[in-house]
C-alpha cells in the first residue's frame, strides 16, 4: 500500500481578480522504500505538489491519504501532529536554527515531546550523515554540506515514513550534492522510508527510483 | 553544557532565552525601556510614601491627642474640676491629663528666656526626656525644653523658679517641634500645685491609643456637652489633629495618584516598545518560525516560546528597574526623611514589587499580538519568504 497517495488533487491560488490554478488534477503516490524525483520546468507547480504531500497546504479539490487514511479534512493542528510524526523535510536553504547547535537542531521537532532518549538518537544520526565531530557547531561553523546532513538528520529524528526534499542539492557543489544523495539512498533503505524530492539537479536522477514529470499543473506520462 | 541540558527540559525558555542573545543590543535596548518604566512607576510611588512619612512625624505623636479646652458658650474662663470629673467618667479607656499654662520669664546667671509654663500632674504621658526622668506624677520636680536649659546655662538638678517657689530640674525635653503648644518658645513644665492660683483648667489632653480613637472620642465629648437638646452650643471646645493628619494623608494620596499616573504612562510607553521589537523580531523569523511549524512545533508552542521571550524581557527590565529604584529610593528616604533604609519598609518597597510585577504583565501582554501572529502565520507562505 501507498505511504502517501494523492487523488485528483487541485490547487487554486485566488490574487485578487486573478486566479492561478497550480495544480490541475493530479494524482500520486509514493512507497516505502522507494525514492520518486518530480521534475519539471520553472513555475509548473513542483513545490505546490510537495506542499500537498507533506501537509503544509490543503488542496482546494481531491483527497490526500497518509498511511491509507483521509487527511483531507484535518484541521491545522492534525496537521502539524503528522508532519511531526509521520514526515521529515529537507529545503534547499536547509533552514538551520543560526542559535543552536547541530545536534541541538537535530532535536528540535522532537524537543517539545518528552521522550528521553532523543540525545541518542540525534548523536547517533549525525554520526550517521558524518558528523560526529561536529555534534557542537553552529550552522555558521558548518559547510554548506555539513549544514544539509544537519537538516537530513534532523527530518529522521522523529522516525518518519516520508521525507521530502524540495532541490536539496540546489545549494551545493556536484560532489557534495553526490555525497548527500547517497546519504539519503543509504538511509531511505535502513529506514525504510519513502523519499520524494523535486529537483532541478540531473544527478538525481542517478539515484531516483521512479520519476514524475509535471507541466503546468498536469503530470506528463 | 549540563545548564543547556537542564534548560533543554523547558524548550520554550531556552528557545527564547537563545533568541534573545542573537541580538543582544537590541534585546539590551527593549529592557532598558522596561527599566526606566519600572524606575519611574517605583521611585514616584515611593516619593509619595516619603513625603508621607516626612509629613507625619512632623504632626509628630500629636494625631492619637484630643485637646478639650472652653469653648464659647462656657460660663467658666477654662475647665471645671466637675467637667474634668466628668470626661474621666466618659472617656474610660484613655489618659486624661488635664493641665494649667501660664508664660513666665525664667532666668539664670543674668540671662533671661521668656517660657510658656505647664503646670500638670501626668507629665510622663505628655512629654518625652531626652535625658533626666519625665514622672508620672510630677510633685516637686520640673521640666525644662533643651533651647531654654542651653540658652541659660542650666542642667539636671539645678533649680529654677516659677511664682516665688523654687524647682529641681529632673528632666529636659525636645521643645519647638511639631506643631503642638508652644511652638518654637521654651517651655516650662511643673506640678500642678504650682498654678494653684488658677482655679480652672486651661485644656485637658486626652492621649488614645491611636488616630481613629482620638477621633472617636472627640465626636463623643463634642456630642456629650455641646448639643443640649437640639440646639448647637459649645461649651468645650474640642479638638483633634487626626483631622488635620486626614486631611494631609488624602491630599498625599491624591499626589501619589498622579505620580504612578506618570510613571504607569512611561510603563505604557515601554511596553509599546516592547511590542515593536517582539513584532519586528518575529517578523525577521518568519521563514524560521515556518520551518518549526513545517516540521511539525504546534503552533501552541510557538506561541509559548514567543511569550516566553516576552516574558524574560519584562522580567529582565523588571530586576534591573527594581534594583535601580531601590537606589533611587533610598537617596530619597535620605533626602526627605533622613534615614535611606526607610525604603525597605513594605509601604514603600511593596512599589518595587509593583513595577516589577507590572514590567512582567505589560510585557506578556504585548508579547500576546506578535506571539498570535506568528503562531497562525501559513508554514508555506513563511517558507516562501
Ligand atoms: N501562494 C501563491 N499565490 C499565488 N500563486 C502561487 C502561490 N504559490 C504558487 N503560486 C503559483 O503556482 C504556480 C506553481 O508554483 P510552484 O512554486 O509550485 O512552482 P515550481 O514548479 O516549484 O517552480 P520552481 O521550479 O521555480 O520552484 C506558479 O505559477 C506560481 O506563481
Ligand atoms: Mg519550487
Known amino acids: ?221 | 553544557m549540563s545548564v543547556a541540558d537542564a534548560l533543554w527540559r523547558f524548550p520554550s525558555a531556552m528557545m527564547a532565552w537563545r533568541n534573545l542573545g542573537r541580538n543582544r543590543m537590541r534585546t539590551a535596548l527593549a529592557a532598558l525601556g522596561i527599566v526606566i518604566g519600572v524606575v519611574a512607576i517605583s521611585s514616584l510611588g515611593m516619593a509619595g510614601v516619603a513625603l508621607q512619612q516626612q509629613a507625619t512625624s512632623n504632626l509628630g505623636s500629636l494625631t492619637n491627642q484630643v485637646s478639650v479646652s472652653a469653648g464659647q458658650d462656657s460660663d467658666y474662663d477654662g475647665v471645671t474640676e466637675d467637667q474634668v470629673e466628668e470626661i474621666r467618667s466618659i472617656i474610660t479607656d484613655a489618659e486624661v491629663i488635664p493641665q494649667k499654662s501660664n508664660s513666665t520669664t525664667v532666668s539664670s546667671r543674668g540671662q533671661e528666656a521668656y517660657v510658656s509654663v505647664t503646670g500638670v500632674t501626668n507629665a510622663a504621658a505628655l512629654y518625652d526626656v531626652t535625658s533626666g526622668e519625665a514622672p508620672e506624677r510630677l510633685q516637686t520636680g520640673a521640666l525644662i525644653s533643651n533651647s531654654t536649659a542651653r540658652e541659660l546655662g542650666l542642667e539636671l538638678g539645678d533649680p529654677v523658679e516659677y511664682d516665688g517657689q523654687l524647682y529641681r530640674i529632673t528632666g529636659l525635653i525636645d521643645s519647638g517641634s511639631g506643631f503642638g503648644p508652644g511652638g518654637g518658645r521654651g517651655e516650662l513644665v511643673i506640678p500642678i500645685s504650682g498654678l494653684a492660683d488658677q482655679e480652672h483648667y486651661d485644656s485637658v489632653t486626652i492621649i488614645a491609643a491611636d488616630g481613629d480613637a482620638a477621633t472617636e472620642i472627640s465626636e463623643t465629648l463634642d456630642e456629650h456637652f455641646n448639643t443640649d437638646g437640639r440646639d448647637e452650643e459649645e461649651i468645650l471646645r474640642v479638638s483633634s489633629y487626626a483631622s488635620a493628619q486626614e486631611n494631609i494623608n488624602s491630599f498625599l494620596n491624591t499626589l501619589q495618584l498622579a505620580l504612578l499616573g506618570i510613571g504607569g504612562i512611561s510603563l505604557v510607553v515601554a511596553s509599546v516598545a516592547i511590542l515593536n521589537v517582539m513584532l519586528m523580531s518575529t517578523v525577521e523569523r518568519r521563514g524560521e518560525i515556518g520551518v518549526l511549524r513545517a516540521v511539525g512545533i504546534r503552533r501552541g508552542e510557538v506561541l509559548r516560546m514567543i511569550l516566553t521571550e516576552a516574558t524574560f524581557l519584562g522580567t529582565l527590565g523588571g530586576l534591573v528597574g527594581a534594583g535601580c529604584s531601590l537606589v533611587v529610593g533610598a537617596v530619597m528616604f535620605q533626602l526627605v526623611v533622613g534615614d535611606p533604609t526607610g525604603v525597605l519598609q513594605w509601604a514603600s518597597a511593596r512599589y518595587l514589587l509593583y513595577g516589577f510585577a507590572f514590567a512582567v504583565f505589560a510585557s506578556v501582554l504585548s508579547g500576546i499580538y506578535p506571539a498570535w501572529k506568528a503562531a497562525n502565520d501559513s508554514p508555506v507562505e513563511a517558507l516562501r519568504g
Do not use: C
Open chain 1, 1 to 221: 500500500m501507498s505511504v502517501i497517495e494523492l487523488d485528483d488533487v487541485v490547487k487554486r491560488y485566488e490574487s485578487g481578480a486573478q486566479t492561478v490554478t497550480a495544480l490541475k488534477g493530479v494524482d500520486f503516490h509514493a512507497d516505502r522504500g522507494e525514492m520518486v524525483t518530480i521534475i519539471g520546468p520553472s513555475g509548473s507547480g513542483k513545490s505546490t505538489m510537495l506542499n500537498m504531500i507533506g501537509l503544509l497546504d490543503t488542496p482546494t479539490e481531491g483527497t490526500v491519504h497518509l498511511d491509507g487514511r483521509n487527511v483531507t479534512g484535518f484541521t491545522e493542528d492534525e496537521l502539524t501532529e503528522e508532519r511531526r510524526t509521520t514526515l521529515g523535510f529537507v529545503f534547499q536553504d536547509f533552514h538551520l536554527l543560526p542559535m543552536l547547535s547541530a545536534v541541538e537542531n537535530v532535536e528540535l521537532p522532537s524537543v517539545w515531546d518528552t521522550s528521553v532518549d532523543r540525545r541518542d538518537r540525534a548523536i547517533d544520526l549525525l554520526k550517521r550523515v558524518g558528523l560526529g565531530d561536529r555534534l557542537d557547531h553552529t550552522p555558521d561553523e558548518l559547510s554548506g554540506g555539513q549544514q544539509q546532513r544537519v537538516a537530513i538528520a534532523r527530518s529522521l529524528i522523529n522516525g518518519p515514513d516520508i521525507l521530502l526534499m524540495d532541490e536539496p542539492t540546489g545549494n551545493l557543489d556536484q560532489d557534495t550534492g553526490r555525497t548527500i544523495l547517497e546519504e539519503v539512498t543509504r538511509l531511505k533503505e535502513e529506514e525504510n522510508i519513502a523519499v520524494v524530492a523535486v529537483t532541478h539537479d540531473e544527478q538525481m536522477l542517478d539515484y531516483t527510483d521512479r520519476t514524475v514529470r509535471i507541466v503546468d499543473g498536469v503530470i506528463q506520462s
